[in-house]
């Protein structure tokens, strides 16, 4: 079991509204409404289920309900951040109209703002309303070293999740009962949750990148991809090993696995900072298309991780931008081949200023 009560570094919570404010000059705006919960957490240390935070360029001010009144202020009292506490006694609007008086341009989060919030906001904000998009996301990308340390025992419960529950799946298994073994042995190795809806998934429904597991009974021959993560203390991990029942062997089964691993190696042999994240993609993507794969390779290479299991940056064709010391990426090329089966092979890494650090770090023996 992974000992996950004490130990983590100190996150600076405190320091992130400052590398914040500088951005709302960017954005051309006096003041920002932040609605989208995880970006709550990231900036105030509250772990509530409802609330806002009202930033500008001298103040922060967490507006939540009653049923936090204690929790809140505890929380942020312990993440250190300088943030005000509003308690509404079921006028969030009113409170918020009181807090945006007297500032012309007010930004609002469109990833999190739906259309009816934007007709409520509009009916209670005086000042113009702006969209924008990622400007918390931007700064959570570059993990500090107490978030690492987090993703860091995520994956390694989950790694001993698997090595508890490897010997399982064999022939005569079941897909949700092999799932929810995994989802117990991370509960038990010290996981607050899963990180998503673990996916096992055996013979024709590998061949579907989302498959989620159901009663397929395992049989020899089978290609099984498990592709599952953890969560402590809100971060997460996220790994996928596939494996073929009753062993190897030869034949295409045998030489899917072992050309996706190729893939997945040249994607991880150029993970650098400064590195294109598109060019991560190309070292995958190449080795496929040269295997004859090219449509059998059905998204991205991977993704950024952390509060949330799908965070920035993309790794993709399409992505632009590179890549830069302390983000946290996932590497999981994939070839889906109906009749046949699935493989993906996936491993959570940071990177660093010489290459990456795996974080994830179950055998992909074949």
């Not at 498959?211 to 009974?217: F, L, S």
């Not at 893939?263 to 993507?285: I, N, S, T």
């Not at 830069?324 to 993906?344: D, K, M, S, W």
Request: hydrophobic share 45%; net charge negative.
């Amino acid at each position: 079991m992974v000992n996950v009560a004490d130990g983590f570094p100190r996150s600076d919570v405190a320091g992130r509204l400052d590398c914040l404010r500088p951005l709302l000059v960017d954005a051309a705006i006096d003041a920002l409404l932040i609605t989208n919960i995880t970006n709550i957490r990231y900036l105030s240390g509250f772990l509530g289920s409802a609330g806002s935070l009202w930033v500008t360029p001298g103040r922060a001010v967490l507006v939540t309900d009653g049923r936090y009144r204690h929790q809140a202020s505890d929380q942020i009292t312990k993440s250190g951040a300088d943030i005000d506490l509003e308690i509404t006694g079921g006028g969030h609007l009113a409170v918020v109209k009181k807090l945006a008086s007297g500032f012309g341009r007010v930004g609002l989060e469109a990833e999190s703002t739906s259309w009816a919030d934007l007709e409520r906001l509009a009916g209670a904000i005086e000042g113009e309303l702006k969209p924008t998009s990622g400007m918390v996301e931007a700064l959570r990308e570059i993990k500090d070293d107490g978030e690492v340390a987090r993703i860091a025992a995520a994956a390694a419960i989950a790694d001993q999740a698997l090595a508890a529950v490897e010997a399982n799946f064999v022939a005569g298994a079941v897909e949700s009962e092999l799932a929810a073994l995994l989802d117990h042995a991370m509960r038990t190795g010290g996981a607050s949750d899963r990180a998503f809806e673990t996916i096992v998934a055996a013979g024709p429904n590998s061949a579907l990148p989302h498959a989620r597991p159901g009663n397929r009974i395992l049989v020899d021959g089978d290609l099984v991809v498990r592709d599952f993560g953890a969560v402590v203390d809100g971060y997460r991990s996220d790994m996928t090993r596939s494996m073929r029942v009753g062993g190897t062997g030869s034949g295409p089964s045998a030489d899917l696995l072992a050309v996706v691993l190729e893939a997945q190696a040249a994607g991880l042999a150029v993970v650098a900072d400064g590195v294109p994240l598109a060019e991560v993609d190309r070292a995958c993507r190449a080795v496929l298309v040269d295997a004859g794969l090219e449509e059998a390779f059905s998204h991205g290479t991977g993704h950024g991780v952390g509060l949330d299991i799908h965070e920035n940056p993309a790794v993709a064709s399409t992505a632009s931008g590179s890549l830069r010391v302390g983000q946290v990426i996932t590497v999981e090329p994939g070839a889906y081949v109906v009749g046949l089966g699935g493989v993906r092979w996936e491993d959570t890494v940071l990177v660093t200023g010489n290459g990456h650090r795996p974080l994830t770090g179950s055998p992909k023996d074949l």
